[in-house]
């Protein structure tokens, strides 16, 4: 399954890294990628800020836990680098590669509706979250303020219709709530 992150979109726009902080004193910052292959964050070209309202080519520069040190085209300041702590980066979705069948976007998955085997309405998809081990669906309950954490494995996702704008979930026994 492919990266973005969690919420992931704005429009045609994917969000594809996040600014961690600055690096040393030259303006350059620490850059979090959600790429598939983190390093071809550089090779998009331009990202854009979430509102549009600045863009900047990327020069990989070294690697950091977590992430890579990183040189943006305009950011010459540790100020300006420490203003743009927390800013996530995007790329228009054309410029990303395609995907095989079996894997996604995140940002397509979140707003999908999830159903169960038997065709049961049991929340939509409010997060795709990845803490290091697997990617979880955080699913916001039907009638209820509730979320539940779904394993996206083809065990407990056996489908997924990006199409119909629906997901069927056979969740393990245990995991949803009682009725």
Request: proline share 6%; aromatic share 6%.
């Given at each position: 399954?492919?990266?973005?992150?969690?919420?992931?979109?704005?429009?045609?726009?994917?969000?594809?890294?996040?600014?961690?902080?600055?690096?040393g004193?030259?303006?350059?910052?620490?850059?979090?990628?959600?790429?598939?292959n983190?390093?071809d964050?550089?090779?998009?070209?331009?990202?854009?800020?979430?509102?549009?309202?600045?863009?900047?080519?990327?020069?990989?520069?070294g690697q950091?836990?977590?992430?890579?040190?990183?040189?943006?085209?305009?950011?010459?300041?540790?100020?300006?680098?420490?203003?743009?702590r927390?800013?996530?980066?995007?790329?228009?979705r054309a410029?990303?590669p395609?995907l095989?069948?079996?894997?996604?976007?995140?940002?397509?998955?979140?707003?999908?509706?999830?159903?169960?085997?038997g065709?049961?309405?049991?929340g939509?998809?409010?997060?795709?979250?990845?803490?290091?081990?697997?990617?979880?669906?955080?699913?916001?309950?039907?009638?209820?303020?509730e979320?539940?954490l779904?394993?996206?494995?083809?065990?407990?996702?056996?489908?997924?219709d990006?199409?119909?704008g629906?997901i069927?979930?056979?969740?393990?026994?245990?995991?949803?709530?009682?009725?």
């Amino acid at each position: 399954m492919s990266e973005t992150d969690e919420t992931g979109q704005n429009g045609d726009m994917i969000c594809i890294g996040a600014i961690a902080g600055s690096f040393g004193v030259q303006g350059d910052v620490r850059l979090k990628s959600f790429a598939a292959n983190p390093e071809d964050i550089a090779a998009y070209g331009p990202l854009a800020t979430e509102d549009g309202s600045q863009t900047h080519s990327v020069t990989l520069l070294g690697q950091v836990k977590g992430g890579y040190t990183a040189r943006l085209s305009g950011i010459t300041t540790k100020e300006a680098a420490d203003a743009l702590r927390g800013t996530r980066l995007f790329v228009a979705r054309a410029k990303l590669p395609g995907l095989p069948d079996d894997e996604y976007y995140h940002a397509d998955l979140v707003g999908l509706e999830v159903y169960d085997t038997g065709g049961a309405r049991l929340g939509q998809v409010k997060a795709v979250l990845n803490h290091g081990a697997a990617d979880l669906l955080e699913i916001a309950m039907t009638g209820t303020p509730e979320t539940v954490l779904l394993p996206f494995t083809q065990a407990s996702v056996p489908t997924v219709d990006l199409a119909a704008g629906r997901i069927i979930a056979d969740p393990p026994e245990g995991l949803m709530p009682e009725e």
